[in-house]
């Protein structure tokens, strides 16, 4: 069991910065795979940036691909993204993911999330 908790959202006007973090607690936090998601208010939840369990292997949605870096620290269970540039169109509900495949095995967990709004 994973129970992951988001931090670090709120009001920026665009083209500021903004650091998201996501603490998590339970077992064998570095086996998972992380990810942040996002939902735009009337809007489907979509992928954003994923995390290898190591941090060596990151991969970016087109929308936010240059402004977002993603991270993890192993030692203080914790993943973040750092944002820069922010655009209104980045205001949304972010959620921290883990997920876990080991063959047919799949496990994820979310967190609660965590508002991010980009005024113009």
Request: aromatic share 14%; charged share 15%.
């Amino acid at each position: 069991q994973v129970q992951l908790v988001e931090s670090g959202g709120g009001l920026v006007q665009a083209g500021g910065s903004l650091r998201l973090s996501c603490a998590a607690s339970g077992r064998s936090f570095s086996s998972y795979a992380m990810g942040w998601f996002r939902q735009a208010p009337g809007q489907e939840r979509e992928f954003v940036t994923p995390i290898s369990w190591s941090g060596g292997g990151t991969y970016y949605a087109d929308s936010v691909k240059g402004r977002y870096t993603i991270s993890r620290d192993n030692a203080k269970n914790t993943v973040s993204i750092q944002i820069s540039s922010l655009k209104p169109e980045d205001t949304a509900d972010y959620y921290c993911h883990a997920y876990l495949t080991i063959g047919r095995y799949y496990v994820d967990y979310w967190g609660q999330g965590t508002q991010v709004t980009v005024s113009s």
